[in-house]
């Protein structure tokens, strides 16, 4: 906080994970197995779409996760550039991988999740 200029905006990010490389790593780390089911993108926007409308009118008041939104952003394979928050802040990114395990093992020391 002390290093960065006001008016300005810092992007923190530890690189681009593809769905299927997070998938590696939550198995990796919880030990279990990925789902099955593997489908496509298009199917994967209509689905949201369909769950998207019946929870929002059977439970509006439910948070929603998987929504046509946050299908539209894992569909467009976004990559960031850190070089700004690198140089100006000193800013060091996490490996996901590491970050996913630090995260599941403080869950499960809180009892959140069954330790490994």
């Given at each position: ?10 992007i ?33 926007a ?18 929603q ?52």
């Amino acid at each position: 906080m002390d290093k960065g200029r006001t008016g300005q905006r810092y992007i923190f990010s530890s690189g681009y994970t593809t769905l299927d490389e997070l998938m590696t790593y939550f198995e990796e780390v919880t030990g279990r197995p990925r789902p099955r089911w593997r489908l496509s993108p298009p199917v994967m926007a209509a689905l949201a779409e369909v769950t998207s409308f019946v929870t929002s009118r059977l439970r509006p008041d439910a948070p929603q996760r998987f929504t046509p939104g946050a299908v539209r952003l894992l569909r467009q394979g976004r990559r960031a550039d850190t070089t700004k928050a690198r140089t100006e802040l000193g800013f060091t990114p996490t490996a996901v991988r590491d970050a996913i395990r630090e995260a599941y093992a403080d869950f499960a020391r809180r009892g959140l999740v069954p330790a490994r």
